[in-house]
C-alpha cells in the first residue's frame, strides 16, 4: 500500500509556471510506475504525464509535451510551463504496481491515487 498526497497547485497567470509535487509514504516508492492525471469540471480525467520505475522512459500527453515536465527522486513532480487556461483542472498523482509496460497511460492501470490538487490558469 502507498499513500500519495499532492501539493503546489494554486492559481496563475497564462503563460505562468508551477511546479506540483507527490509524496509517497509506504511501499518502496522505486517499486511504482507514477503518473500524473487531471479532471477538468463536466470532463474526464486524462493522463498528463507518467514515468517508469527506473525514470528513464517519460511519456506526455500531446497537450502538454513540450511545456510539462516529469521527475521523479524521492517524490514525483509535474513542473508546468506556458500554462494555458485550458490546464485548469485538478490534478492527481497516481501509482501502479503492473508489471507489464514501462508507463501507462490508462487510468485504470493504476492502483493508487492521491486527493489532487486544484490548479487555476487564468486569461
Known amino acids: 500500500q502507498v499513500q500519495l498526497v499532492e501539493s503546489g497547485g494554486g492559481l496563475v497567470q497564462t503563460g505562468g509556471s508551477l511546479r506540483l509535487s507527490c509524496a509517497a509514504s509506504?511501499?518502496?516508492?522505486?517499486?511504482?510506475?507514477m503518473a500524473w492525471f487531471r479532471q477538468a469540471p463536466g470532463k474526464e480525467r486524462e493522463f498528463v504525464a507518467g514515468?517508469?520505475?527506473?525514470?528513464g522512459i517519460m511519456r506526455y500527453a500531446d497537450a502538454v509535451s513540450g511545456r510539462f515536465t516529469i521527475s521523479r527522486g524521492n517524490a514525483v513532480y509535474l513542473q508546468m510551463s506556458s500554462l494555458k487556461p485550458e490546464d485548469t483542472a485538478v490534478y492527481y498523482c497516481?501509482?501502479?504496481?503492473?508489471?507489464?509496460?514501462?508507463?501507462?497511460?490508462?487510468?485504470?492501470?493504476?492502483?493508487?491515487w492521491g486527493q489532487g490538487t486544484q490548479v487555476t490558469v487564468s486569461s
Open positions: 509506504g511501499r518502496t516508492f522505486s517499486s511504482y510506475v
Open positions: 497516481a501509482a501502479s504496481l503492473n508489471p507489464t509496460a514501462a508507463v501507462f497511460t490508462s487510468a485504470p492501470l493504476y492502483d493508487y
Open positions: 514515468i517508469s520505475r527506473s525514470a
